[in-house]
């Protein structure tokens, strides 16, 4: 008898998905399981590319053909079989959307129920009528303030910021706001075909013409004659006109690209709504009342202040309200968003508003969002496979989510987590380890079985660090001395209120506190303040993806502006800025690693330099899979084409002519030591480190490369298969091969997210290598075994939102260690002393 409907294991048969080594596994259901190993080891892989994907898989063939293609599919996994495989849910690491009209409130649902409280059961004024649930939502049409139109800030744009130097004339550039290139010239031949002199200088024109200029909705069409370049013919063409407040709004509003966007808000000014007061909604809407307040004043409410402003509804007390049915929704739907709140604060995430927006959001926080919302649905017999869940987590917190991840092994469901932190780890039921190391040398499962038993695996690099005693070893280093001191006065953002902070240079800096008490705001600012400081060309590439004048702010009680109010001291010191962040490299498979790092641009001229490339005149560009030329076009140099099927979501296939090489046949011809320019972006790091060990310009990135640990990733690896610690990594590997000019200051926020201790370990010795070259560190960190190694820890807290902000301890690791009323205390003291 052949079925395995009692077995309580779930039994994976030759799995080789990514880098897994045909993998034959056991791992019991009912468990609370940890999947642990180095970065890159092939654990997520296991858990998520081949465990959920083929639970997902199977529960889409039991689903009609028109249906599947309304919901995201992962594909099927390389697996020959899994028996005992129940339904599964993942919940994975992913950043809030990018959409200002997304908020906790409505990726929870709390929202509808709250909306719903307020349609049946609210307080309306004599003599208005009832109102529909979407009248309290700031995204339909019916409640949506007229003036902002949902957004809660209205955005002008001024002659001051569109045109910041009037010497300048139209040709010279004084309007800054309009686009460069073919764009820009487009309007400005338009605007001398419109007869206005583009020559003379901006304040020398007629005010009636500036103000056509810049703000006129009009758009005329004009026969456009171009002038004459030398050696190139120009024809007539229609064009037409668009002000700069015209294109600025347009381009803000509707443009797709974040970049494009950004660049447009540096031209508006930013302001409350006056009509809605940033609450979004109707007049209508807000005069409505639920227990003596407007729906806009809940949903401001961290969700700790939430509930008990619910509470006295949910036992039934509801003065303001007859007997009768709308007095019992009142209680039964107030019942259900406190019992709701509550599962959310259990999770460390009181500090939260229902109207705060999903983009200020961590991938961490979303995740446990998420898995409040499972703790709720009442389902049992499921596989929940969660990705790093203590990811961004202070200790306080991880044991809080400890606690509701065993509730839910305790409901009848198997919990699979892929964890890096030792204490989770400890706490499983059962740990399967994979390695031992990371891409090609890893991949096999090196222990599937109690936690205890791991200690016996000599392979694994988990060992070493889930069965260490003693204090760290990092712990045991004498602090350095501060060379210099930034002061920050009056730092108000988010729930930083009038904040005065001294902030060490020429050290390694830890900030520390519960999830929710400030740290990224804090070192936001200070990237704010020195960016300032140090003006344009004072910080890197790596901080390319900072968010530290992001327009979402408004929506969290801060100023649009971080340096408002902000007085600072001790900046001279500084002569250069880093920020390097876990935002991806790249938003589609084109951004590479190769790519990002620009040591492909050395490779492609090694290319151009052999006798074959010579003699057929082929320059570098030829060996560029993103022009035409030597790419492939029929997929035109992506690798693959999609293929859209009927009833069915579109997937993706290899080209059918490139086979996934991104090039045509003449250029796959050119070689390089018998490698073709796909094979070499095929190569691991470390394969690379070998081959191009005597070419200094590809050589010195790929050592940097290695040295943050990340040997295992392939050239060519696309932007949008790494994790944000990987992004993090190689930004910062990018940095690390620059010369390093002045005194630096680095700013990371929690850069040892997603990694293995054994990677940790690599990193940290970078950074510390950066101080010790002259330079300051500063990281939004929780891991205690980096904070105890740290030359200075400033603690904030005690608590989150509402409840923290404030400077709880500041001083070397053992001083924080014994502060009273730190909740990081606690957790240091038990590193530094083991």
Known sequence: ?????????????????????????????????????????GKSSLAFGTIYAEAQRRYFESVAPYARRLIHQVGAPAVDEILGLP?????EQRRGSATSRSYVGTVTTLSNTLRMLFSRAGRYPEGAPRADSDAFSPNTAVGACPVCHGLGR????????????????????AIA?????????????????????????????????????????????????????????????????????????????????????????RFLESSVCPSCGGSRLRPESLAVTFAGRSIADLNALPLTALAEALRPAALGRVDDLPEGPERQIATTLSADLVARVEVITELGLGYLSLDRTTPTLSPGELQRLRLAT?????????????DEPSAGLHPVDTEALLTVLVRLREAGNTVYVVEHDMDVVRRADWVVDVGPRAGEHGGRVLHSGPVDALASVEE?????????????????????????????????????????????LGVFTAVTGVSGSGKSTLVGVLGAVLTEHLGPGGGSAADAGNDAGDASDAAEGGPADPLTGVAAHGVEAVDRLVLVDQKPIGRTPRSNLATYTGLFDAVRKLFAATEDARRRGWKAGRFSFNVTGGRCETCQGEGFVAVELLFLPGTYAPCPVC????????????????????????????????????????????????????????????????????????KLASELQRGRRGHTVYLLDEPTTGLHPADVELLMGQLHGLVDAGHSVFVVEHEMGVVAGADWVVDLGPGGGDAGGRVVAAGRPAEVARTPGSRTARYLACRLAG
């Not at 048969?13 to 890159?40: K, Q």
């Not at 103000?211 to 009009?218: N, V």
């Open 1 to 41: 008898m052949n079925s395995t409907a009692h077995d309580p294991y779930i039994r994976v048969r030759g799995a080789r998905e990514h880098n897994l080594r045909n993998v034959d596994v056991d791992i019991p259901r009912d468990v609370l399981a940890v999947f642990t190993g180095v970065s890159g080891s």
């Open 460 to 504: 694994s690099a988990t060992r070493r660090f889930l069965f260490a005693s003693g204090p760290d070893p990092a712990a045991g280093r004498t602090p350095r001395e501060p060379a210099a001191w930034l002061r920050l006065e009056g730092v108000t953002r988010h729930n930083l209120r009038g904040l005065d902070v001294e902030l060490p």
């Open 87 to 91: 339904p599964a849910v993942a919940l």
């Open 154 to 173: 209205v955005h002008r744009a001024t002659e001051e910021l569109m045109v910041p130097d009037p010497s300048l004339s139209i040709r010279e550039g």
């Open 659 to 730: 086979h996934g090489d991104r090039y045509n046949e003449e250029t796959l011809g050119v070689r390089y030591r018998e490698r073709n320019v796909a094979e070499v972006l095929g190569m691991t790091v470390d394969a690379a480190a070998g081959f191009f060990a005597d070419v200094p310009a590809v050589a010195r990135s790929l050592r940097t490369l290695r040295e943050v640990g990340l040997g295992y990733l392939r050239l060519g690896q696309p932007a949008t298969e790494l994790s944000g610690g990987e992004a993090q990594r190689i």
């Open 374 to 386: 499972q703790l709720r649905s009442g389902l049992f017999g499921v596989v929940y496979v969660l």
């Open 177 to 265: 706001a309009w686009p460069g290139a073919w764009h820009g010239k487009n309007l400005l031949d338009v605007t001398r075909t419109l007869g206005h002199d583009v020559d003379r200088p901006w304040r020398d024109l007629p005010r009636a013409d500036r103000d056509w200029i810049l703000f006129t909705d009009e758009q005329p069409v004009v026969t456009v004659h171009p002038v004459r370049e030398a050696g190139r013919i120009q024809r007539p063409y229609q064009g037409t006109f668009q002000s700069a407040r015209r294109y600025v709004m347009h381009t803000f509003a509707d443009s797709k690209s974040q970049a494009l966007r950004a660049r447009a808000e």
